[in-house]
């Protein structure tokens, strides 16, 4: 198994762009999140989704949308990007059956918007 | 909401000491889980323990140990015997039961082993 994958791991933005965030895991896990992580803070939930068709938002969900149209997939889309967006971007799913299981983690996405 | 406060920003230790990182959250809830995550300068989010709240006994990982006082609503890790590659950011976070697996996280503390 590959975990949680993320990609990419580096990006530059121009204010105003678009860009998807992509994020797959291979371990059949029902909930999945997205979480960022801004300079000196810890992480802080976007949007989750607890299987597929079916999302919601977390704390920080301006700005951001997302879609679950397959087990594997989460994708986090930016549509018009701005500075306050730059970010490390975090994926990470969590494996259905017992309660209060840790969360499996992506390596991350970088992203930075000029 | 819940909130988590780690209240030590920074730390530092000398290598084979022992240092404790504290961690205080607020929830009405009764049952609910806590973990301290590891996060090296490699970026990766590396699980070191999970505490589940209705057991008194505290959770042990090899090296680490927990404080967990549920009355106190207080959470510490304790690293024994530290070395360098301990060297990260600690998460401590909070996870409700029943909540969707949602995790809530405190800022970290930066903690540095020197040899």
């Known amino acids: 198994n590959a975990g949680v994958t993320q990609t990419p791991k580096f990006r530059i933005l121009k204010i105003g762009q678009s860009m998807t965030l992509q994020c797959a895991q291979d371990?059949?896990?029902?909930?999945m999140y997205w979480y960022r992580q801004d300079p000196g803070m810890g992480l802080k939930l976007i949007y989750y989704?607890?299987?597929?068709?079916?999302?919601d938002k977390g704390e920080v969900p301006n700005g951001y949308n997302v879609s679950r149209s397959t087990t594997e997939d989460f994708p986090l889309r930016l549509e018009l990007a701005a500075p306050s967006q730059t970010s490390v971007y975090f994926c990470?799913?969590?494996?259905?059956?017992?309660?209060?299981?840790?969360?499996?983690f992506g390596d991350g996405t970088r992203l930075s918007i000029l | 909401a819940q909130t988590v406060t780690q209240s030590q920003p920074e730390m530092s230790v000398q290598e084979a000491e022992t240092v404790t990182l504290s961690c205080t959250y607020d929830?009405?809830?009764?049952?609910?889980?806590l973990f301290w995550y590891k996060q090296p300068p490699s970026r990766q989010m590396i699980l070191v323990i999970r505490?589940?709240?209705?057991?008194?006994q505290n959770a042990t990982e090899n090296r680490f140990s927990v404080n967990f006082q549920k009355a106190a609503k207080s959470f510490s890790l304790k690293i024994s015997d530290s070395q360098l590659g301990d060297t990260a950011m600690y998460f401590c976070?909070?996870?409700?039961?029943?909540?969707?697996?949602?995790?809530?996280f405190g800022k970290g503390t930066k903690l540095t082993v020197n040899p």
């Open positions: 990470a799913s969590v494996p259905p059956g017992r309660e209060g299981q840790p969360q499996h």
């Open positions: 371990m059949n896990h029902n909930y």
């Open positions: 989704s607890v299987g597929a068709g079916i999302t």
């Open positions: 929830t009405s809830e009764n049952n609910y889980y």
């Open positions: 505490q589940e709240a209705y057991k008194q």
């Open positions: 976070a909070f996870m409700n039961q029943g909540g969707s697996e949602k995790l809530v």
